[in-house]
T-cell receptor
Framework: GENVEQHPSTLSVQEGDSAVIKCTYS??????FPWYKQELGKRPQLIID?????GEKKDQRIAVTLNKTAKHFSLHITETQPEDSAVYFC????????????FGSGTQLTVLP | GAGVSQSPRYKVAKRGQDVALRCDPI?????LFWYQQALGQGPEFLTY????????KSGLPSDRFFAERPEGSVSTLKIQRTQQEDSAVYLC????????????FGPGTRLTVT
């Protein structure tokens, strides 16, 4: 089955700096890669996603890049703000599945004011 | 519009008790997923419904876990004879249709088995 690895597990940045979180996946046929933000005690929120036929997608301060050859994708947050502090999860939808998500282990992002 | 809702938000059960967790998906959403999230980890898939049909239950950890969605809307996850290792947050997510990938999550039910 699909296996998603996520790095780093914790990340601290100064307010205004950029943050990058990386994920690798094992199933070369996976075709959908969402990112979720989860604040403590809250529900995971979909913040951006990318399909396998696209290399990059941007939404204001957030961008995701996908390298299908290397089987990795990354989340980029620019001009970080304290409210960006949360746990971020990457996920992949393996081929032949019912579209259930396989998640990475999460990255605790802390933006220091 | 209203998002995915779950109840109860918190449940404490003594080992051996049965529990039932409810999920109300976004109105009109065809697909419904249940996930289990252990402390400090990512959610793990349990089961999937398309309307009332349970098409994938490969993630259910044992036969003590049972899920249903009899009318294709509200879903219930039941855990029989709860054990301490069942302690986790149980998340429900819904998706608009079989051609849609985006999943929207509920707030979860935190189950603590004592």
């Amino acid at each position: 089955g699909e296996n998603v690895e996520q790095h780093p597990s914790t990340l601290s940045v100064q307010e205004g700096d950029s943050a990058v979180i990386k994920c690798t996946y094992s199933d070369s046929a996976s075709n959908y890669f969402p990112w979720y933000k989860q604040e403590l005690g809250k529900r995971p929120q979909l913040i951006i996603d990318i399909r396998s036929n696209v290399g990059e997608k941007k939404d204001q301060r957030i961008a995701v890049t996908l390298n299908k050859t290397a089987k990795h994708f990354s989340l980029h947050i620019t001009e970080t703000q304290p409210e960006d502090s949360a746990v971020y999860f990457c996920a992949a939808v393996p081929s032949g599945s019912a579209r259930q998500l396989t998640f990475g282990s999460g990255t605790q992002l802390t933006v220091l004011p | 519009g209203a998002g995915v809702s779950q109840s109860p938000r918190y449940k404490v059960a003594k080992r051996g008790q049965d529990v039932a967790l409810r999920c109300d998906p976004i109105s009109g959403h065809v697909s419904l997923f249940w996930y289990q999230q252990a402390l400090g980890q990512g959610p793990e898939f349990l089961t999937y419904f398309q309307n009332e049909a349970q098409l994938d239950k490969s993630g259910l950890p044992s036969d003590r876990f049972f899920a249903e969605r009899p009318e294709g809307s509200v879903s219930t996850l039941k855990i029989q004879r709860t054990q301490q290792e069942d302690s986790a947050v149980y998340l429900c997510a819904s998706s608009s249709g079989t051609m849609s990938y985006e999943q929207y999550f509920g707030p979860g039910t935190r189950l603590t088995v004592t």
